[in-house]
């Protein structure tokens, strides 16, 4: 892994991230940007080169991190995965799921690593409660509500935000959307910056999801409900409880126990990022590839109909 030579393709304000964990982690060879002031800037922080064009940072390297914005995604990992490199995509995958499938069958043809940064994956509720064992949940609901920032505008907020929350709902279920339900409201740019869905799977799992990029003050938390118990997840401040019915006592509540789960302090990035050297290195699989990321665009991509269909009735 160590020997690897990696590249970050964006370095605006995550890319710079994924660059500081390539340095760590392998032979960070340099860095691209649009911007070549931001090129310079991270390429001096981290003493490597300021490439100036794509084509010359891909000559250079296995893998790349492809940090830019999300309607560039295709474009930069077809050309990348021409000049045979390995691709870590941040989310959402890209626009559409033509354009996934496209990316999917040339990972496949070239035999190249694809990965999606679906980085919550790797959160330390969301491996303890898989590890669990507890089945699909019921009922969950999230919400994950942002200040505005001026970043991911060519998206709105279903897959800037919600895509997360859509990601972990089909991982911690297994289960496809049957049946979507949304609102939607562009409040301060051209695109819905406020969202709520309401989601039933072919399970008979049902999903609530609010994500909102215009709030004051931010929250990311999930709860999830199984028929003897439910969790309560607070992301932001890494905490997890689960409420197990039948056993203990909760003040004011008899019959159930609370149990506070020790979470690990975790750098998400940097697991996300040996995770997808390891795939490079030893062809394991990564924990988001191709076929997820396009699985949870779909699901996204259906939220973004059911609103488009609310704020044109
Ligand atoms: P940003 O605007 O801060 O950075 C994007 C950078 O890409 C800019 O520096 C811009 O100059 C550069 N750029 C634009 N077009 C380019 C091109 N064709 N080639 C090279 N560079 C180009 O945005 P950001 O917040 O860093 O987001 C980047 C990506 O990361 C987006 O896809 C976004 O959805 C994703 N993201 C993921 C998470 C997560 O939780 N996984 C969080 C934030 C952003």
């Known amino acids: 892994m160590k020997q690897l030579k990696t590249a970050v393709i964006g370095v605006g304000h995550l890319g710079r991230f994924h660059a ?9 060879q340099g860095v691209y ?22 084509a010359e940072l891909l000559a250079e390297v296995d893998a790349v991190s492809i940090a830019t914005p999300t309607s560039t995604h295709f474009a930069v990992a077809e050309m990348a995965m021409q000049a045979g490199v390995h691709c ?5 995958f890209t626009l559409d799921t033509d354009e996934a499938d496209a990316l999917i069958t040339m990972a496949q043809e070239r035999h190249l690593v694809l990965a999606v940064g679906h980085i919550k994956r790797v959160h330390p509720a969301i491996l303890h409660l898989r590890q669990a064992g507890y089945g699909a949940p019921r009922y969950l609901e999230a919400e994950r509500l942002a200040p505005f920032k001026p970043r991911s505008l060519d998206i709105d907020v279903i897959m800037d935000l919600m895509i997360h929350d859509l990601d972990l709902t089909l991982l911690l279920t297994g289960a496809e959307p049957v049946d979507v339900r949304a609102v939607g409201v562009a409040a301060v740019t051209d695109k819905a910056d406020m ?12 999903a609530n999801l609010a994500a909102s990029r215009v709030v004051r003050e931010p929250a990311r938390r999930m709860r999830i ?20 019915r039948g056993e203990g006592m909760v003040p004011g509540i008899p ?3 609370d149990e506070a789960v020790g979470l690990p302090k975790k750098d998400a990035l940097a697991s996300e990022i040996e995770d997808f050297l390891q795939a490079v290195a030893t062809g394991k699989a990564v924990f ?26």
């Not at 002031?37 to 001096?44: L, P």
């Not at 699901?299 to 059911?306: C, D, I, P, Y």
Request: hydrophobic fraction near 45%; charge should be positive; include cysteine.
């Open 288 to 313: 988001c590839d191709g076929i997820a990321g396009r699985r949870v665009l779909a699901a996204a991509l259906q939220v973004r109909t059911a609103v488009d269909h609310f704020l044109n009735r």
């Open 225 to 244: 409900f199984w028929q003897d118990r439910y969790a309560s997840v607070d992301f932001m401040n890494n905490t997890l409880h689960i409420y197990h």
């Open 88 to 92: 870590l995509v941040e989310k959402p």
């Open 195 to 206: 969202a709520n869905a309401w989601l039933t799977l072919n399970n008979g799992t049902v």
């Open 20 to 28: 500081q964990k390539y340095a760590q982690l392998s032979q960070l």
């Open 33 to 54: 940007d649009a911007n070549p002031a931001r090129s310079a800037e991270v390429a001096q922080e981290l003493g490597c080169r300021a490439f100036t064009s794509v």
């Open 255 to 257: 019959g159930v126990r």
